[in-house]
Nanobody, 121 residues
Framework: QVQLVESGGGLVQPGGSLRLSCAAS????????MRWYRQAPGKERELVAA???????NYADSVKGRFTISRDNAKNTVYLEMNSLKPEDTAVYYC???????????????WGQGTQVTVSS
C-alpha cells in the first residue's frame, strides 16, 4: 500500500506564512511528479503547484511569487511554502503524487487526505 500524509495546515492571519508537508510511504519504487491542489468551498479542485522528479516546477498564476514547492527525494516528501497568504487562499490542500510501486511498472496517481488552510483575521 501507498499512503500520502499531509501536515502543516492551520489558521493564519492575512500576510502570514505556512509550510505544508506531504510524506509518501509504503511500497514505493519511484515517484515522478508531485503536486499540491486545493479546493475551496463551492469551487472545483485546482492545481496550485507541481514539481517533477528533476526539480522543474510550475505554479498557478494566483500563487506565483508567494508559494514555493520543493521536494526531498530521499524522504519521499514534498513541501509547499506559502507566504503573503490571502483570505482567498483558504481551502483544503491536497497532495498528489505519481508513484510506481515496482520497477518496470506504470505510475499511478495517489492522493492525500487533505489539510485545511484558513486565512482570516
Amino acid at each position: 500500500q501507498v499512503q500520502l500524509v499531509e501536515s502543516g495546515g492551520g489558521l493564519v492571519q492575512p500576510g502570514g506564512s505556512l509550510r505544508l508537508s506531504c510524506a509518501a510511504s509504503g511500497s514505493i519504487f519511484s515517484i515522478n511528479a508531485m503536486r499540491w491542489y486545493r479546493q475551496a468551498p463551492g469551487k472545483e479542485r485546482e492545481l496550485v503547484a507541481a514539481i517533477r522528479s528533476g526539480g522543474i516546477t510550475n505554479y498557478a498564476d494566483s500563487v506565483k511569487g508567494r508559494f514555493t514547492i520543493s521536494r526531498d527525494n530521499a524522504k519521499n516528501t514534498v513541501y509547499l511554502e506559502m507566504n503573503s497568504l490571502k483570505p482567498e487562499d483558504t481551502a483544503v490542500y491536497y497532495c498528489n503524487a505519481e508513484i510506481a510501486k515496482v520497477v518496470g511498472t506504470k505510475f499511478y496517481s495517489y492522493w492525500g487526505q487533505g489539510t485545511q488552510v484558513t486565512v482570516s483575521s
